[in-house]
């Protein structure tokens, strides 16, 4: 099994017409938006080259590759504002392993690995992320590559018919 991820530079169309699909699959929204009621949930996202090249001012984007496939995207952007734990050189992480066939492969281990490894280049020590507590899945990675809870935004988002909380976590690199 082949995995590899390219930084991304400028956006295909190709990477365009994924972001979009796992932006607007109603598997994965509840895994990476917070949505504030039912129609966060059920609302359409149109993401465009256009904003893809902006969220690359301010964001290291790199592209995840499962047998020469795109199946997934992850990112960091250096001290964000809604960071829980304010400490200057901190890289707030994200990622999406947005085709199925990629889950449960250990495609996410080594995307994160990845993503740590270009983080240390940078110079930065820490990295903070945000976990949905319904995403089990994603916890039991997280706590298996070292991260470790700091805190949790509670009522954070909605899924299920009610609210969840938001749980931050941390891991210094």
């Known amino acids: 099994m082949k995995i590899s991820f390219k930084k991304i530079g400028d956006p295909t169309d190709n990477l365009i017409a994924c972001l979009n699909k796992w932006e607007n699959d109603p598997k994965l929204v509840p895994l990476i938006h917070p949505c504030r009621n039912q129609g966060d949930l059920e609302s359409y996202v149109l993401i465009t080259k256009e904003e893809i090249q902006q969220r690359l001012t301010k964001y290291h984007m790199y592209a995840i590759y499962l047998e020469n496939v795109l199946v997934g995207e992850m990112n960091y952007t ?32 080594a995307s994160l690995k990845y993503l740590e490894e270009q983080i240390k280049k940078q110079g930065l020590k820490r990295i903070e992320l945000g976990v949905f507590e319904f995403n089990k899945s994603a916890q039991k990675l997280y ?31």
């Open 143 to 173: 706590n298996k590559l070292g991260y470790q809870e700091i805190g949790k935004n509670k009522q954070f988002t909605f899924y299920q018919d009610r609210m969840w909380d938001d749980i931050r976590m941390e891991k210094y690199v």
């Open 78 to 109: 250096v001290d964000p504002v809604h960071l829980y734990k304010k400490e200057r050189g901190t890289a707030w992480i994200a990622i999406t392993i947005g085709e199925e066939i990629a889950r449960g492969r250990g495609v996410g281990t």
